[in-house]
């Protein structure tokens, strides 16, 4: 949508509306994560208990960097034929990427994920929403779809 336009959105009260430019990669805390603080209690769930995961949100368009964290960073490409995401992390981790495809073409669909330094532990897509989901373990490493 071009800068300047006014848009009317749906913002029901128990969803808070989020919108993104294309091309972002947006690096997340998992949703288990109950607080930042280092609160000790039964069953709280805090950021640094969950220091070796991170929850990658992706809208491949384009290029883009981003950083997430000290010396961290986040590289997505789209080329001719396929979608990158490069991971330079600090340290080891599990990557769990969700990554909209909407915005590429409408007959890209991932067959294949290739994985250059790390593991690949699962991966999906679903064609009707056009979302590819995969996890991955590394500390520097690409995705190709």
């Known amino acids: 949508m071009p800068g300047g336009t006014e848009v009317t959105l749906p913002a029901p009260l128990e969803q808070i509306p989020f919108l993104t430019g294309g091309g972002a990669v947006l690096a997340l805390l998992p949703p288990e994560v109950q607080t930042l603080a280092e609160h000790e209690g039964p069953g709280v769930i805090r950021a640094a208990d969950r220091e070796a995961v991170r929850v990658l949100l992706a809208f491949p368009l384009g290029e883009s960097r981003s950083r997430f964290g000290a010396g961290e960073r986040l590289h997505s490409k789209v080329g001719a034929g396929d979608w990158r995401l490069e991971i330079e992390g600090a340290r080891t981790r599990e990557y769990r990427i969700e990554a909209s495809l909407a915005a590429l073409d409408a007959d890209f669909v991932p067959c294949t994920l290739g994985v250059r330094?790390?593991?690949?532990?699962?991966?999906?897509?679903?064609?009707?929403?056009r979302v590819l989901t995969a996890r991955l373990r590394t500390a520097r490493g690409s995705l190709v779809a």
């Not at 330094?117 to 929403?129: K, M, N, R, V």
């Open 117 to 129: 330094g790390g593991a690949l532990q699962s991966w999906s897509y679903d064609a009707a929403t």
